[in-house]
């Protein structure tokens, strides 16, 4: 992911996660909005990674949504954030 975006991800920003996972024909895509609590890369317990201490690093962003429910998001090549800081803003694509 590109540093720029990276470092917007702290602790009280207002984000917008569109997320799609496709299917043969058709993709099913899911938005989620709400406040940055964490961000950060954590290893899955997937044992057949072969990367870093062999296991699989995912971006992980936890969020706290209208309602106060906690969730975390493992964004991929297809998660488009799109940060809210009151103006306009510009989607972003992470990178691979």
Sequence with gaps: MDDSIRNKLVPGAQVKVVQQIAARNYSWSSETAGTVVD????????????S??????????TLKL???EITTLNLDE???VKLDSGKSSE??????
Excluded at 52 to 61: A, G, I, T
Excluded at 91 to 96: A, I, L, N, V
């Design 52 to 61: 870093k201490d062999d296991k699989l690093w995912l971006d992980r962003l």
């Design 66 to 68: 209208a309602d106060g």
């Design 39 to 50: 961000f950060q890369q954590k290893q899955t317990g997937s044992w057949y990674a072969h």
């Design 91 to 96: 989607p972003t694509k992470r990178k691979s």
């Design 78 to 80: 297809f998660s488009v």
